[in-house]
């Protein structure tokens, strides 16, 4: 059984920094690609931030491009995105997710999903 579990939401204030983490469980973690994405309300669910399942491969939407960092450490199964300079427009459940190609992932056709985390900034 999959299971994907995020953690480090919060409510930061503009300007600030947020890493959430993914602990991922019941897969080959190494062999899968990970992503986050974000659905503020209202909206679609969304690309933020994806890796390969080595590592050697990142792709940012233009939204967070330069102000966030995808890592994943595959000894721990957990994947990560530290956030700077967060704005207002960052504010969204984000939600981590795995399949086994990046291709697919940033199609959004996912294999699974985690059960979301809430990132608040406040002006």
């Known amino acids: 059984q999959v299971q994907l579990v995020e953690s480090g939401g919060g409510l930061v204030e503009a300007g600030g920094s947020l890493t959430l983490s993914c602990a991922a469980s019941?897969?080959?973690?190494?062999?899968?690609?990970m992503g986050w994405f974000r659905q503020a309300a209202g909206g679609e669910r969304v690309i933020v931030a994806a890796?390969?399942?080595?590592?050697?491969?990142?792709v940012y939407a233009d939204s967070v491009k330069g102000r966030s960092v995808i890592s994943r450490t595959n000894a721990r199964n957990t994947v990560y995105l530290q956030m700077n300079s967060l704005r207002s427009e960052d504010t969204a459940v984000y939600f981590c997710?795995?399949?086994?190609?990046?291709?697919?992932?940033?199609?959004?056709?996912?294999?699974?999903w985690g059960q979301g985390t809430q990132v608040t900034v406040s002006t």
């Open positions: 997710a795995v399949d086994p190609l990046l291709e697919e992932l940033l199609a959004k056709r996912v294999d699974y």
């Open positions: 019941g897969l080959p973690f190494g062999t899968y690609a």
């Open positions: 890796i390969s399942g080595s590592g050697s491969s990142t």
